[in-house]
């Protein structure tokens, strides 16, 4: 697991929301953001991509993939929206891996009282089941700007722009991804002032992963167009069928 401490990160810059000192300049938006408005800005953003992408659902119950970097995080934001609901249940997947009761959520993240944790080991094959057993009509995964920025990429300089339109992944009810238009270094600063932890990006870095830092460097908002192309293409397929 890794932790960011945000001391000796302050800059020069005042944040823009309250005049206090920033931990970040987030040069896409043009904004310097201290800790509490960088977790709020998070929070708010989560929120609007889980509404436009049809919401939580109307059941008690949420499946949660357990992989990425960002899965601690991911379940600490769904227990702040959804903390106030009653008998909330978050149904914990873990696909293809073995019973590891140190990466166990419950272990790491605190969450509001109203709130249970179960988890499941499966194979990919039986998700179907899994889910349809659970009661619960979302399925959400942890995946980040900068993992879906690379996909869409590594898609395009492939040749295989079909799975910019279909994914190869089926599941029974839709798939939200809330993290996936906020950045891994925001996530990784956030993770900090929450006290959740948050892990490194998994394996070497490969050549998609140095092909999207280093445009990004150029052109922060890279990895929003490219995930707005993907978005397009998948609309245009719809309306195909």
């Known amino acids: 697991m890794y932790h960011m401490n945000l001391q000796g990160r302050v800059l020069s810059e005042p944040c823009s929301r309250c005049r206090e000192p920033s931990v970040l300049f987030q040069r896409y938006s043009g904004r310097h953001l201290c800790a509490t408005h960088l977790a709020a800005d998070i929070l708010i ?13 109307k059941k008690p119950v949420l499946s949660i993939i357990w992989d990425g970097s960002a899965r601690y995080l991911l379940l600490y934001i769904l227990g702040c929206i959804v903390g106030n609901r009653p008998n909330m249940e978050f149904v914990i997947l873990h696909i293809n891996s073995g019973c590891n009761h140190q990466d166990s ?3 790491q993240v605190s969450f509001p009282s109203g709130i249970t944790i179960r988890e499941e080991y499966l194979q990919y094959e039986h998700i179907t089941e ?5 009661g619960s009509d979302r399925i959400v995964q942890a995946c980040t700007l900068d993992e879906e920025a690379e996909q869409v990429l590594s898609s395009l300089l492939s040749g295989d722009c079909c799975s910019l339109i279909c994914s190869d992944q089926t599941f ?3 798939c939200l991804t809330p993290l996936r238009e906020i950045p891994y270094t925001e996530l990784m600063m956030v993770a900090d002032y929450w006290g959740v932890p948050i892990q490194e990006k998994k394996g070497e870095e490969s050549d998609i992963r ?12 890279l990895p929003f167009s490219l995930l707005n192309y993907r978005d397009r293409l998948c609309e245009l397929g719809k309306n195909q069928i």
């Open 105 to 107: 959520p419950s272990n």
């Open 210 to 221: 140095k092909i999207v830092t280093d445009l990004t460097n150029n052109h922060p908002s």
């Open 130 to 134: 899994v889910v349809t057993s659970s």
């Open 172 to 174: 029974p009810v839709p």
């Open 45 to 57: 953003r989560a929120k609007r991509t889980i509404r436009i992408h049809g919401g939580l659902g």
